[in-house]
């Protein structure tokens, strides 16, 4: 993954977006954006900081391009809401096992709505964002199909003649693999940020691991590891909407912002022990 990424960040978001300053020296009332760029003489001179609020694993140059609103929180919000629901199924709340209400939404929020933020942060030239939020949105729109009568790709009159729990278990292994891909890449960033990534990543794994269970015919294992997986869904879709609300607050519609706790040895982790540093020799 470069770390020449980019993206975007709407004006004084919190209070590490307030310590990046644009080319004119101004923090407030403009936006700063983060692009690919090889003519550096363009650049601003300034380092952007890892912000999970703006899907930012790691610290970029800024690169003022044009105004444009931040996506990310509109993909983090379309996931939350989507895994939130489905996980509610998982863990089989107020007795409900059944999918179906998935459907429209993994269609129309988390597929089609986080699809297009994934384009978005591609114009606005951040790499994972674009990366992440396209590659989920996919996810939603394909497990929708899945679950989608008319296709047939899950029934007994269907290819695999119902017998699909080893190759949903491939489809599951195939999105684990992706997500510990992106786990990696949050390891400079920021608390908030990795144990979204960390919580799906297990959320996968025990979801995959649940159809191999019931491949092998162990129905009572494969329950478990359900609401299991169920429950990692759960804490990764609240974390998807505190990520998304440390990237919608800024000092024009709230009063405070949500911490995202920077990782010790992240870049603005060491930023912070030097000041502290000089404080206390001073």
Known sequence: MSTESATVVPPAANAEKADIVNSNGANGDHHVHRHHHHDYSQMTTGFAQADAGTLNPGMWKPYEHRKLANPAPLGLC??????????????????????????????????????CAGMWEMACGNTFGATALSSYGGFWISYAILLTPNWGITAKTGPYEGNVFSVLGFFLTGWFIFTTILLL??????????????????????????????????????????????????????????????????????FFQVPVFHFPWSDKGRERRGIKTEREQA
């Open 78 to 115: 379309a996931f939350a809401l989507t895994t939130f629901v489905l996980s509610a199924v998982n863990m089989h709340a107020r007795g409900v096992s059944a999918p179906n209400i998935v459907v429209p939404l993994a269609f129309g929020y988390g597929g089609l709505v986080q699809l």
């Open 185 to 254: 890449c949050t390891l400079r960033s920021t608390v908030a940020f990795f144990l979204l990534f960390f919580t799906l990543d297990l959320a996968f794994l025990f979801l995959a691991m649940e159809q191999y269970a019931n491949d092998l015919g162990n129905k009572s294992a494969g329950l478990a590891l359900q609401k299991t997986g169920g429950f990692f869904g759960f804490l990764a879709a609240f974390l998807a909407w505190y990520n998304a609300l440390a990237g919608i607050q800024d000092s024009s519609n709230s």
